[in-house]
């Protein structure tokens, strides 16, 4: 099933995640890997985790919001972790947890 767009919320700017395209997919995919591979050998830091998450943050907006500089956005760490869950969910890379909330922010 085709997942709805969602919102998500970096500092004070929202945006809307659509459904990802294929193009966005075969970018993400291979971070997703490299996390998957550092996770498995408890080499996954917060500093990489953060890092990666923001590559695909990066990736889910340019294609709506191209002009966004998504490295001046004021964003926690927290704005970071519920973008990029909403993000693996809209490519189907995730599941929304049973009872998780993965609407709007």
Same mark, same amino acid.
């Given at each position: ?6 919102? =998500? !919320? ?6 809307? =995640? /659509?459904?990802? !395209?294929?193009?966005?997919?075969? %970018? ?5 890997? @490299?996390? /998957? @591979?550092?996770?498995? $050998? /408890?080499?996954?830091? !917060? #500093? ?15 294609? $709506? ?6 490295? $001046?956005?004021?964003?926690?760490? %927290?704005?970071? /972790? ?6 693996? +969910?809209?490519?189907?890379?995730? @599941? %929304?947890?049973?009872? @998780? #909330? +993965?609407?709007?922010?």
């Amino acid at each position: 099933m085709r997942p709805e767009s969602k919102k =998500i !919320t970096l500092g004070s700017s929202e945006f809307t =995640i /659509n459904p990802l !395209t294929l193009r966005q997919l075969q %970018a993400i995919l291979p971070i997703t890997d @490299e996390i /998957n @591979e550092l996770n498995k $050998d /408890n080499k996954v830091t !917060t #500093t990489i985790m953060i890092e990666e998450a923001i590559k695909v943050i990066k990736i889910a907006l340019g294609r $709506d919001y191209h002009e966004v500089a998504v490295d $001046d956005l004021e964003m926690t760490p %927290a704005d970071i /972790n519920k973008a990029f869950r909403i993000i693996l +969910v809209q490519g189907g890379l995730a @599941e %929304a947890a049973p009872g @998780e #909330t +993965v609407a709007a922010l």
